[in-house]
């Protein structure tokens, strides 16, 4: 079995859709329009992602107004909020840059869904020839959606996460049954956790193993056969080519992180400066026996945020390093992170988001192949 290598999900969005989304916005583009445009999108994503040889693919994410957020809203201006919500929520990230992103306010009970990844997914598995995976939110995200310290009137924080569980769960096994080969968890907010920024209140408040137990709450509903193809994302943040915790050692974060009982973890790690410490710790934290599956680590060999694109050769020399650490029956390769988890990012180092598509569709490539390198030197083709 040669080393397993997959995406994290989201594309940046070419500049002729965020061009799109703004007229949407502003009602100068019918919702049908707009269709168009993302279905083209995807189309696009998906045949060159195929192109770079990639053995399970995603469409970018294209109909998504962020990683977090598509449950919740149309866009990320606020066109389409779901019910019982209010623009002006908590920050759930503060970047280096000095930009934030904003989740909404919940105001009334029940919390649901309004769009299900699945909805995307369905439209774009006629469009794929290879295996696709889709990206889910982890309810530890849309738990802060719950104002921090006060009680939203006739709906009490168990109630509501009650109902958050449950659909997170609908979330995931309406992805498997459309036919998602795998489904994986963005858990940013993870290492943000460990953070305690001043300006942000909810860091400093000690969260990261709260947000396990809610995140074990919904993976605990699904069979070990399930949970094989079931992973957590973590990363420091990607957005606008910043990040929002990279700071913080991952020795505080992957003790907890490999409680949850996923199949498989996605890792931010090109990015790391010292990638053996963290190579290390994965092989020490991370559990050959989750509640029944094996949990195999995909270290992180390229970085969407720089825009020199990794040789196949440092990939490949990357993942050999990580096998004196991990076994290597549980070692795969990804991505640091999505291309782009928001939807409206003009990738300000790569200077355009249709040459940052050019340049992701490179490092793909370059991880596809190292990968394929280092399953041979390590006697897995
Ligand atoms: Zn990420």
Same mark, same amino acid.
């Given at each position: 079995? /040669?080393?397993?290598?997959?995406?994290?999900? +989201?594309?940046?969005?070419?500049? =002729?859709?965020? !061009?799109?989304?703004?007229?949407?916005?502003?009602? =100068?583009? +019918?919702?049908? @329009?707009?269709?168009?445009?993302?279905?083209?999108?995807?189309?696009? $994503?998906?045949?060159?992602? %195929?192109? *770079?040889?990639?053995?399970?693919?995603?469409?970018? %994410?294209?109909?998504?107004?962020?990683?977090?957020? #598509?449950?919740?809203?149309?866009?990320?201006?606020?066109?389409?909020?779901?019910?019982?919500?209010?623009?002006?929520? @908590?920050?759930?990230?503060?970047?280096?840059?000095?930009?934030?992103?904003?989740?909404?306010?919940?105001?009334?009970?029940?919390?649901?869904?309004?769009?299900?990844?699945?909805?995307?997914?369905? =439209? +774009?598995?006629?469009?794929?020839?290879?295996?696709?995976?889709?990206?889910?939110?982890?309810?530890?995200?849309?738990?802060?959606? #719950?104002?921090?310290?006060?009680?939203?009137?006739?709906?009490?924080?168990? @109630?509501?996460?009650?109902?958050?569980?449950?659909?997170?769960?609908?979330?995931?096994?309406?992805?498997?049954?459309?036919?998602?080969?795998?489904?994986?968890?963005?858990?940013?907010?993870?290492?943000?956790?460990?953070?305690?920024? /001043?300006?942000?209140?909810?860091?400093?408040?000690?969260?990261?193993?709260?947000?396990?137990?809610?995140?074990?709450?919904?993976?605990?509903?699904?069979?070990?056969?399930?949970?094989?193809?079931?992973?957590?994302? *973590? &990363? /420091?943040?990607?957005?606008?080519?910043?990040?929002?915790?990279?700071?913080?050692?991952?020795?505080?974060?992957?003790?907890?992180?490999?409680?949850?009982?996923?199949?498989?973890?996605?890792?931010?790690?090109?990015?790391?400066?010292?990638?053996?410490?963290?190579?290390?710790?994965?092989?020490? #934290?991370?559990?050959?026996?989750?509640?029944?599956?094996? @949990?195999?680590?995909?270290?992180?060999?390229?970085?969407?945020?720089? /825009?020199?694109?990794?040789?196949?050769? !440092?990939? &490949?020399?990357?993942?050999? *390093?990580?096998?004196? #650490?991990?076994?290597?029956?549980?070692?795969?390769?990804?991505?640091?992170?999505?291309? $782009?988890?928001?939807?409206?990012?003009?990738?300000?180092?790569?200077? +355009?988001?249709?040459?940052?598509?050019?340049?992701?569709?490179? =490092?793909?490539?370059?991880?596809?192949?190292?990968?394929?390198?280092?399953?041979?030197?390590?006697?897995?083709?």
């Amino acid at each position: 079995m /040669p080393i397993p290598t997959e995406p994290v999900g +989201s594309l940046p969005r070419p500049a =002729k859709l965020q !061009e799109a989304i703004a007229k949407f916005d502003e009602g =100068k583009l +019918s919702r049908e @329009q707009l269709d168009d445009v993302q279905d083209e999108a995807c189309r696009d $994503s998906i045949e060159r992602m %195929e192109a *770079t040889g990639a053995p399970i693919v995603s469409d970018g %994410e294209q109909r998504a107004s962020s990683f977090a957020t #598509y449950p919740l809203t149309d866009t990320l201006a606020g066109t389409g909020l779901a019910d019982n919500l209010a623009p002006d929520g @908590q920050y759930f990230a503060i970047f280096t840059d000095g930009h934030h992103r904003q989740l909404p306010r919940l105001t009334g009970g029940p919390f649901r869904y309004k769009t299900y990844a699945a909805d995307y997914l369905e =439209k +774009s598995l006629p469009m794929a020839s290879k295996p696709m995976k889709q990206a889910v939110i982890a309810p530890s995200m849309l738990a802060l959606v #719950y104002p921090l310290d006060d009680e939203v009137p006739g709906y009490s924080r168990e @109630q509501f996460l009650n109902d958050l569980v449950d659909e997170c769960e609908k979330d995931i096994r309406r992805c498997f049954a459309a036919g998602a080969k795998r489904v994986s968890i963005d858990f940013t907010e993870g290492r943000l956790a460990c953070r305690n920024d /001043p300006d942000n209140p909810w860091t400093g408040r000690g969260m990261l193993d709260q947000f396990v137990a809610l995140n074990n709450r919904v993976l605990d509903r699904f069979s070990p056969e399930e949970r094989k193809n079931i992973g957590i994302h *973590t &990363c /420091p943040g990607g957005d606008c080519d910043a990040t929002h915790s990279a700071d913080v050692d991952y020795a505080e974060l992957l003790p907890s992180m490999f409680k949850m009982n996923a199949g498989y973890f996605l890792m931010q790690l090109a990015s790391e400066k010292d990638k053996e410490h963290v190579y290390e710790l994965c092989g020490r #934290y991370s559990r050959e026996d989750a509640n029944g599956v094996p @949990q195999v680590c995909f270290i992180g060999v390229v970085n969407p945020q720089d /825009p020199r694109v990794e040789t196949a050769e !440092e990939v &490949c020399d990357a993942l050999v *390093t990580a096998s004196k #650490y991990i076994p290597k029956e549980r070692l795969g390769s990804t991505d640091d992170c999505g291309f $782009s988890p928001f939807s409206v990012d003009m990738k300000p180092k790569h200077g +355009s988001p249709d040459f940052a598509r050019d340049i992701a569709f490179k =490092k793909i490539a370059a991880r596809v192949e190292g990968t394929r390198m280092a399953s041979e030197r390590l006697g897995m083709a």
